[in-house]
């Protein structure tokens, strides 16, 4: 599967990088905990994802680039969860947003060489596959209407609040994905702008966001944004995520300043995955347990 991700880049003339697994700073992001590692007097985390780095290689002039890199992510362990996966990671200059969604599902199944996906794939908006599963608008239902879409008991409703966010990352994870079918590609697109994390703003609809998820029957597999390129917007967001994390009595971590400052100087517009291929190697395998496809398991 390496080998036909390298052959893949390669053929469409995006060059290799390789950026540090070590830094001193880390994702906001307040779905994901970092791993610390300690060096001498200094305090340094394991990347959750190259994406910083690959940035401002991309602000710095870097022609299109991609990255097969391990990334680290605590408390994250389960069937399709480890907390040390192989990320594949890459970045195209002036693609909008269906180009990169196109060159994801190629790709996808062209690394796919024992699974037969049996039909085409399959996209919708994200308030569409709302509305189409659920009857609901996720852009505008209250607490209440996502609540019982969720089938939520009392202790679940106290547990995620009035967080709208979490209501609909669980309604997409458990009544949403697993409708999927398990023999096509499934791409969500344009979320909400609340959950825009570094990607733009549509221009067309500001109640969302250029980004999108592609999946495999109820598996995500990759996640994918037009970049956002305004550096006091994404400070802005850096900063909601620090308030969002010290709410939720998480490590606060703080803001990259040379992301910022590598905004400052100009990013160019530009498109960006990230497919973690553990997962997708476990899917073209058949089997239904990501521990089953990688040859040491943490601890081991």
Same mark, same amino acid.
């Given at each position: ?107 996808? /199944? ?12 399959? =996209? ?8 189409? /599963? ?21 202790? =679940? /409703? ?14 997409? *994870?458990?009544?949403? *994905? ?83 400052? *590598? ?38």
């Amino acid at each position: 599967m390496l080998g036909r991700v390298r052959r893949f880049f390669a053929e469409n003339d995006v060059l290799e990088v390789n950026t540090p697994a070590l830094s001193c700073r880390t994702s906001t992001d307040p779905n994901i905990e970092s791993v610390a590692a300690r060096l001498s007097d200094r305090q340094l985390f394991l990347q959750t994802s190259p994406e910083h780095c690959m940035k401002r290689l991309l602000a710095a002039g870097y022609p299109d680039i991609y990255q097969v890199c391990s990334v680290y992510r605590d408390g994250e362990s389960g069937r399709r969860h480890l907390p040390e996966f192989t990320m594949l990671e890459w970045y195209r200059r002036d693609v909008e947003l269906q180009a990169i969604i196109q060159e994801t599902i190629d790709l996808v /199944t062209e690394l796919m060489v024992k699974k037969t996906l049996s039909k085409s794939p399959l =996209l919708f908006t994200y308030a569409d596959i709302f509305t189409d /599963t659920l009857s609901l608008d996720p852009l505008t239902a209250d607490i209440e209407i996502l609540a019982k879409a969720a089938d939520a008991d009392q202790r =679940l /409703t106290e547990s995620l609040g009035d967080d709208r966010d979490a209501w609909l990352d669980l309604i997409m *994870a458990s009544r949403i *994905a697993p409708s999927f079918a398990a023999d096509r590609l499934t791409v969500v697109h344009h979320y909400p702008a609340s959950q825009a994390a570094l990607a733009r703003i549509c221009p067309h609809d500001d109640r969302v966001a250029d980004r999108f998820e592609l999946y495999c029957g109820e598996t995500e597999l990759a996640n994918g944004f037009v970049e956002l390129t305004n550096p006091d917007e994404q400070e802005k967001r850096f900063q909601s995520d620090q308030e969002k994390r010290e709410t939720r009595g998480l490590n606060n971590y703080e803001i990259d300043a040379a992301l910022i400052d *590598a905004l400052r100087s100009g990013l160019p517009p530009s498109a960006g995955v990230a497919l973690g291929l553990d997962r997708l190697l476990m899917i073209d395998e058949g089997q239904d347990d990501i521990r089953s496809v990688v040859t040491f398991t943490p601890g081991s």
